[in-house]
T-cell receptor, first 114, second 115 residues
């Protein structure tokens, strides 16, 4: 099976712009989660989707949003970018998202905000 | 809320040395526990997991045992190789409750193995 894919792999944006990142889960996986990784804060949970419904959301401002499509593919959007949004954004998929499930991670999208 | 505490790194070892990376957790319910590894420029890969107390996860010579009494999930390997150089993350996931559907990670431990 193909793994989790994320596009694009690298992005450079300027402050105030918006950005959309895409994630394709492993075939058959219905849960998609997003995480932000920075050197200072480590890995932080953004949100999780299952069957197009957001089930859990982390402590991030409303500028961070996401959605999931009927084929389980997911996108996250960040509006009005700030310098502090520079990070590696990781997407993970699992079959159901429950605690015993293994989450499989993609390679990430490296976002740089100038 | 939930939290995971890992030993601070970096950890530098010689090839064939014994490795221990400590991990303790705080959780309101009965979490599943995971170790993930991240190689430079890559995403996270699952190394091993345990879903209930006294379970031992193992993979590629790495082991960790879910100790509920000490709320710990320490990672061990008897003989490290240069190729084990990476960042290791301990994580937990609640099975139910408000923290469901997400992983809570430790800050990561950078391991460097010298030949």
């Amino acid at each position: 099976k193909a793994g989790v894919t994320q596009t694009p792999r690298y992005l450079i944006k300027t402050r105030g712009q918006q950005v959309t990142l895409s994630c394709s889960p492993i075939s058959g996986h219905r849960s998609v989660s997003w995480y932000q990784q920075t050197p200072g804060q480590g890995l932080q949970f953004l949100f999780e989707y299952f069957s197009e419904t957001q089930r859990n959301k982390g402590n991030f401002p409303g500028r961070f949003s996401g959605r999931q499509f009927s084929n389980s593919r997911s996108e996250m959007n960040v509006s009005t970018l700030e310098l502090g949004d520079s990070a590696l954004y990781l997407c993970a998929s699992s079959q159901s998202g429950v605690g015993t499930d293994t989450q499989y991670f993609g390679p990430g999208t490296r976002l740089t905000v100038l | 809320g939930n939290s995971v505490t890992q030993m601070e790194g970096p950890v530098t070892l010689s090839e064939e040395a014994f490795l221990t990376i400590n991990c303790t957790y705080t959780a309101t319910g009965y979490p599943s526990l995971f170790w993930y590894v991240q190689y430079p420029g890559e995403g996270l890969q699952l190394l091993l997991k345990a879903t209930k107390a006294d379970d031992k996860g193992s993979n590629k010579g790495f082991e960790a045992t879910y100790r509920k009494e000490t709320t710990s999930f320490h990672l061990e390997k008897g003989s490290v190789q240069v190729s084990d150089s990476a960042v290791y993350f301990c994580a937990l996931s609640e099975v139910s409750g408000g923290s469901n559907y997400k992983l809570t990670f430790g800050k990561g431990t950078l391991l460097t193995v010298n030949p």
